[in-house]
């Protein structure tokens, strides 16, 4: 299994594909970075917007057509199957590419506002730190679950 | 004769209500080139399909390499490498998907890429560069092919590789299954319904009909069966008369043996028109 999701990762990653959405978020990213000034409230206010309408968009969509998209299309997953790996441990390892990649597009996420706070001198004090790292926690919950969601229908 | 390397007992396929499969026995010894022949729909891939454990077998047994137990099973599966179908992603190239076939048999990277060189040359792929959604039929076979044999596995499955082929290509896919055998010690099992090109390739043969594999059958039985001979005479009451006494003038004289599609079809009915 962790064949699979090494070659799976390398795959996706060779994606020209892939790269569309985070260049998207970098280009809206460098846009806020050189825009009104932002304070914790007026962000705090907003996350949950984001975190609920915008991070799962901009994740879900790379992620599922890379990972399940690809293989709905030209069923490469028959090969995996064929070669000993049962059809559980497949589609298992394909939702722990899913849990990796969505992990790395949240953190991702995360760095951006860190840097856009650090840009507009915004210190956090220990609970508003706090609050952004739970928010965005529970967020990337919620996203496996969604995957959790097509694995099942892969199944 | 050679160990038995797969073998099929009894086995037994349903869809819903639908019986594909209805006791298939089929043994294929170690060394073989098998052809396994049937109309379209009898139930060629799905044999195929429940010995490489992508189809649930109803009932029945299917044994690889003398396995017993089903974890047995699993592990003898990683020695066969099969083309069920050309399946790739397509915006990779022939090198970039077999790197990721190759990280998932495990061959380890320091020999990846020899190995992935070695396969693309013996398919004829080698220089090819561009992704796999610019392939014709016959170069995403091809690349089946090689796929297949990544890791030289003991026993090649190729299910119908002739398709869509043009008649250089089917000629070229028969030396490749014959240097498998000879130069790699492959097991190959091929189905095909090309009868002709299945009779220059494989050397024994299952016949499968109504779900059943009705014979097996190999080269050298096909060669023994009634044959006709057709004389071209001047004289063909005379030639009936000294038929038995001997000493008729013959013009021409063609030999007609029993060719793979006279048999299939004198077994399973059906004809040529």
Known sequence: ????????????LAKPGFYICPVILLALFFYGLFGEPVDYDSYYANLDLQLSYILPFFVMLPVFTCVYGDELRSGTMIPAIGRGLSRTRVIVAKFIDTLLLSLAFC?????????????????????????????????????????AFAAILCI | MSEAIIELKDIR?????????????????????????????????????????????????????GSQSRAELYKNRSKIGFLVGSRFFNYLSPRENLKYYATVKGIPQRQMKKEIDRVLEIVGLQNVRKPFKTFSLGMGQRLGIAGAILGNPEILILDEPTNGLDPQGIADVRHMIQRFREEFNMTVVVSSHILGELE?????????????????????????????????????????????????????????????????????GGGKE
């Open chain 1, 1 to 12: 299994m962790r064949r699979l999701i090494r070659a799976d990762l390398r795959r996706i």
């Open chain 2, 200 to 268: 220059n390739t494989a050397d024994r043969f299952g016949i499968l009909n109504e779900g059943v594999v009705v014979k097996e059958i190999t080269k050298a039985d096909l060669a023994e069966k009634e044959s006709a001979i057709e004389i071209t005479v001047d004289d063909l009451e005379k030639a009936r008369k000294l038929l038995t006494e001997g000493g008729v003038k013959i013009v021409r004289e063609v030999e007609e043996r029993s060719t793979l599609e006279d048999y299939y079809f004198m077994l399973v």
């Open chain 2, 13 to 65: 396929k349903h869809y819903g209500k639908h019986e594909v499969l209805k006791g298939v026995n089929m043994q294929i010894n170690r060394g073989d080139i098998y052809g396994l022949i049937g109309r379209n729909g009898a139930g060629k891939t799905t044999i195929f399909k429940m010995i490489l454990g992508l189809s649930e077998i109803t009932d029945g047994t299917v044994s690889i390499a």
């Open chain 1, 107 to 147: 953190l991702f996420f995360l760095l951006t506002d860190m840097i856009t706070f650090s840009r507009f001198s915004v210190v956090l004090t220990k609970i508003q730190a706090m609050r952004i790292y739970s928010a965005y926690a529970a967020a990337w919950l919620k996203i496996q679950g969604y995957c």
